[in-house]
C-alpha cells in the first residue's frame, strides 16, 4: 500500500523558514517524479514543486521560485521542502504528493498534509 | 501560465442525477488534463488522467472527454458518496507549471 507522510508544518513569523518532509512507503521510490501540492483554508489547489526520479531536475510555481527548494533522498525514501522567506500568503496544508510516472504531471497519491501557518 | 476555468463553482444535484462539470484552458492543452475528487478534511483523489483514462478504482459513473481547450467530468448517476469538490488540472505546459481549476461543489439539492 502507498503511503506518504508529512511533517514540519508548524506556526512561523514571516521571513522564517521552515523544513517539510514526506516520508514513502509501498512503492519503488525512485522510479518516480514527487510534488508538492499546497492548499490555503478554505481554498482551491496550488502546485508548488516538481522534483524528477533522481533530483537531476526540480521546477516551481512562480509565486514559491527562489525561496522554496524541492530535494530528496532516495536511500532514505524521503522527500523535502525548504521553505525560506515565508510569507502570510504562503499559509497552507502542505500536501506530498507522487507522479503517475516519471514526470507526467499527474498525482496519483498524497499524503494527509501538515499545515504551515506564516504569522506574527 | 496556462490558465483553467471550471464551471459551474457550484451545482446542486440528487442522488440519480446526470452530473456535467466543464473544464476550460487558455490555451490548447491536447489530452493533458486531470480530475480530482476532494471530501472535507481529506486529500484529493485522482479519478481521470490523460482527460478521459479512468485511473485503478474509480467506479465507472465517472467519466472525462475533450482535447484541445475543452474539457468535461460526467457522473452518470450521481451516488451518496460523491457528493464532494472536483478539480481539473493540466499538465502540458513545459518546463511544468501545472495549474487547477477554481473547482466545483456538488451539493445535495
Known amino acids: 500500500e502507498v503511503q506518504l507522510v508529512e511533517s514540519g508544518g508548524v506556526v512561523v513569523q514571516p521571513g522564517g523558514s521552515l523544513r517539510l518532509s514526506c516520508a514513502a512507503s509501498?512503492?519503488?521510490?525512485?522510479?518516480?517524479?514527487m510534488h508538492w501540492v499546497r492548499q490555503a483554508p478554505g481554498k482551491g489547489l496550488e502546485w508548488v514543486s516538481l522534483?524528477?526520479?533522481?533530483?537531476?531536475?526540480?521546477y516551481y510555481a512562480d509565486s514559491v521560485k527562489g525561496r522554496f527548494t524541492i530535494s530528496r533522498d532516495n536511500s532514505k525514501n524521503s522527500l523535502y521542502l525548504q521553505m525560506n522567506s515565508l510569507r502570510a500568503e504562503d499559509t497552507a496544508l502542505y500536501y506530498c504528493?507522487?507522479?503517475?510516472?516519471?514526470?507526467?504531471?499527474?498525482?496519483?497519491?498524497w499524503g494527509q498534509g501538515t499545515l504551515v501557518t506564516v504569522s506574527s | 501560465d496556462i490558465q483553467m476555468t471550471q464551471s459551474p463553482s457550484s451545482v446542486s444535484a440528487s442522488v440519480g442525477d446526470r452530473v456535467t462539470i466543464t473544464c476550460r484552458a487558455s490555451?490548447?492543452?491536447?489530452?493533458?488534463l486531470a480530475w480530482y475528487q476532494q471530501k472535507p478534511g481529506k486529500a484529493p483523489k485522482l479519478l481521470i488522467y490523460?482527460?478521459?483514462s479512468l485511473q485503478s478504482g474509480v467506479p465507472s459513473r465517472f467519466s472525462g472527454s475533450g482535447s484541445g481547450t475543452d474539457f468535461t467530468l460526467t457522473i452518470s448517476s450521481l451516488q451518496p458518496e460523491d457528493f464532494a469538490t472536483y478539480y481539473c488540472?493540466?499538465?502540458?505546459?513545459?518546463?511544468?507549471?501545472?495549474?487547477f481549476g477554481g473547482g466545483t461543489k456538488v451539493e445535495i439539492k
Open positions: 488540472q493540466q499538465a502540458n505546459s513545459f518546463p511544468p507549471k501545472l495549474t
Open positions: 504528493a507522487k507522479d503517475i510516472g516519471i514526470a507526467g504531471g499527474y498525482f496519483d497519491y
Open positions: 490555451q490548447g492543452i491536447s489530452s493533458w
Open positions: 490523460a482527460a478521459s
Open positions: 509501498g512503492f519503488t521510490f525512485d522510479d518516480y517524479a
Open positions: 522534483i524528477s526520479w533522481d533530483g537531476g531536475s526540480t
